[in-house]
Nanobody, 113 residues
Framework: QVQLVESGGGLVQPGGSLRLSCAAS????????ISWYRQAPGKERELVAT????????TYVEAVKGRFTISRDNGKNTVYLQMNSLKPEDTAVYFC??????WGQGTQVTVSS
């Protein structure tokens, strides 16, 4: 079974950028579409973006369209989330997931001046 580990979170000013990584262990990684979710304090977990197994198709929640880009490198068993033009409302713990069943531990993103 694949295991997922997120990294790349941190504190950034509004308008700044971060790139999150989701590193997977296990040879079956390429069989899984991968999603990024986020959960802000006091709010439900929200689906942010999804990428198919080959990376040929991606989807985004409306709030991040045009600002976030999900991509994957199957040779490195890694999925990325490039986040540009960050806003305070993007502050959350970001998780990657396979099928909504396998989860990483999350990485904190804080957007504040």
């Amino acid at each position: 079974q694949v295991q997922l580990v997120e990294s790349g979170g941190g504190l950034v000013q509004p308008g700044g950028s971060l790139r999150l990584s989701c590193a997977a262990s296990g040879s079956t990684f390429t069989r899984y579409p991968i999603s990024w979710y986020r959960q802000a304090p006091g709010k439900e977990r929200e689906l942010v973006a999804t990428i198919t197994t080959t990376g040929s198709s991606t989807t985004y929640v409306e709030a991040v369209k045009g600002r976030f880009t999900i991509s994957r490198d199957n040779g490195k068993n890694t999925v990325y989330l490039q986040m540009n033009s960050l806003k305070p409302e993007d502050t959350a713990v970001y998780f990657c997931s396979a099928f909504g069943l396998i989860w990483g531990q999350g990485t904190q993103v804080t957007v504040s001046s």
